[in-house]
């Protein structure tokens, strides 16, 4: 693990929390959820915002679409500590609420930050709120499973895992979704 680049990372959670960004969300959560994972990662995953089990703990994606998302990882050969996972906005809404575009306004030079320390072969958006920033006027259902190249990064954007969860039948579109990925990885890898 590159110890500079977790440096620099740390650095970025730490400038969150002086800066007071989202200040409202900031008053009501538990803990920041800055991301985590290898600070070496070929892909990097960015979800929406933290949920209420990933508050109570400062980690992204521990709930059921964090478990889900363990199981499709794995379903491609990869294992969470191989990627690093974060999400647009670093607190959690209240009542799990869609984060605001100010939010979102306001976190986005952080996640800028943090992609560019990191460096990445693919960036990952997981549904419609990170996947705006990187492809907007596009809905998750034209972009998913598509790579978009022309930004700093290529961006593939999947359904968030949650997607799955509360319908079944998005089920086998994440998991295709999943396949496209390692597809789209050995693709940028090979560039």
Same mark, same amino acid.
């Given at each position: 693990?590159?110890?500079?680049? +977790?440096?620099? =990372?740390?650095?970025?959670?730490?400038?969150?929390?002086?800066?007071?960004?989202? %200040?409202?969300?900031?008053? *009501?959560?538990? #803990?920041?959820?800055?991301?985590?994972? /290898?600070? &070496?990662?070929?892909?990097? $995953?960015?979800?929406?915002?933290?949920?209420?089990?990933? &508050?109570? !703990?400062?980690?992204?994606?521990?709930?059921?679409?964090?478990? @889900?998302?363990?199981?499709?990882?794995?379903?491609?050969?990869?294992?969470?500590?191989?990627? $690093?996972? *974060?999400?647009?906005?670093?607190?959690?809404?209240? /009542?799990?609420?869609?984060?605001?575009?100010?939010?979102?306004?306001?976190?986005?030079?952080?996640? =800028?930050?943090?992609?560019?320390?990191?460096?990445?072969?693919?960036?990952?958006? =997981?549904?419609? #709120?990170?996947?705006?920033? @990187?492809?907007?006027? +596009?809905?998750?259902?034209?972009? #998913?499973?598509?790579? @978009? !190249?022309?930004?700093?990064?290529?961006?593939? %954007?999947? $359904? #968030?895992?949650?997607?799955?969860?509360?319908?079944?039948?998005?089920? +086998?579109?994440?998991?295709?979704? @999943?396949? +496209?990925?390692?597809?789209?990885?050995?693709?940028?890898?090979?560039?």
């Amino acid at each position: 693990m590159n110890s500079d680049k +977790q440096t620099r =990372l740390d650095q970025i959670a730490a400038d969150i929390a002086k800066d007071n960004i989202c %200040p409202d969300l900031a008053k *009501t959560a538990t #803990h920041m959820v800055p991301g985590e994972g /290898n600070p &070496d990662a070929d892909i990097v $995953f960015i979800g929406e915002a933290p949920g209420k089990n990933e &508050d109570l !703990t400062g980690r992204p994606f521990i709930g059921a679409a964090g478990k @889900f998302l363990t199981e499709l990882l794995e379903g491609i050969g990869l294992r969470r500590e191989d990627v $690093f996972i *974060t999400s647009i906005v670093k607190y959690r809404p209240p /009542n799990n609420r869609d984060p605001l575009p100010k939010e979102k306004e306001e976190s986005w030079p952080y996640l =800028l930050r943090q992609l560019r320390v990191i460096e990445p072969k693919l960036v990952v958006t =997981l549904g419609r #709120h990170s996947m705006g920033y @990187f492809v907007p006027n +596009q809905t998750i259902t034209e972009a #998913h499973g598509k790579v @978009f !190249t022309g930004g700093e990064w290529p961006v593939l %954007p999947i $359904f #968030h895992p949650a997607a799955a969860l509360y319908n079944g039948k998005m089920r +086998q579109v994440v998991i295709d979704d @999943f396949i +496209q990925l390692k597809q789209a990885l050995e693709d940028v890898k090979r560039k």
